[in-house]
């Protein structure tokens, strides 16, 4: 199982990124997806997570109203739509894959990861 996460880059403040989770070995709209980041020199934090079942999205307050997360079954991919992006969103990007359906903030839900992506907002 592999998940990839891309989309990252270099945007202004304000301007807007769409981050792509995709799968291999693994279908992801069995399973709760997660979004995590890490900025330079904190701990990992929660971003957003969608559930399987009834696709339930959940925000943390940080990006509510900015961010919505999506599925697109057909391609097995899971996105992060980033808008009014800040200076304070610049950090790496993961997405996670729960085996369970239950969408978690917790980290420890989570068994597979991605490698990271990249998104820097220049102020």
């Known amino acids: 199982v592999q998940l990839q996460a891309s989309g990252g880059g270099l945007v202004q403040s304000g301007g807007s990124l769409r981050l792509s989770c995709a799968a291999s070995?693994?279908?992801?709209?069995?399973?709760?997806i997660g979004w995590f980041r890490q900025a330079p020199g904190k701990e990992r934090e929660w971003v957003s997570c969608i559930s399987s079942t009834e696709g339930r999205q959940y925000y943390a307050d940080s990006v509510k109203g900015r961010i919505t997360i999506s599925r697109d079954k057909p391609k097995n991919t899971v996105s992060l739509q980033m808008n009014s992006l800040k200076p304070e969103d610049t950090a790496v990007y993961y997405c996670?894959?729960?085996?369970?359906?239950?969408?978690?903030?917790?980290?420890?839900?989570?068994?597979?990861w991605g490698q990271g992506t990249l998104v820097t907002v220049s102020s």
């Open positions: 070995g693994l279908t992801l709209d069995y399973y709760a």
């Open positions: 996670a894959s729960a085996l369970s359906s239950s969408a978690s903030a917790d980290d420890s839900r989570y068994r597979y």
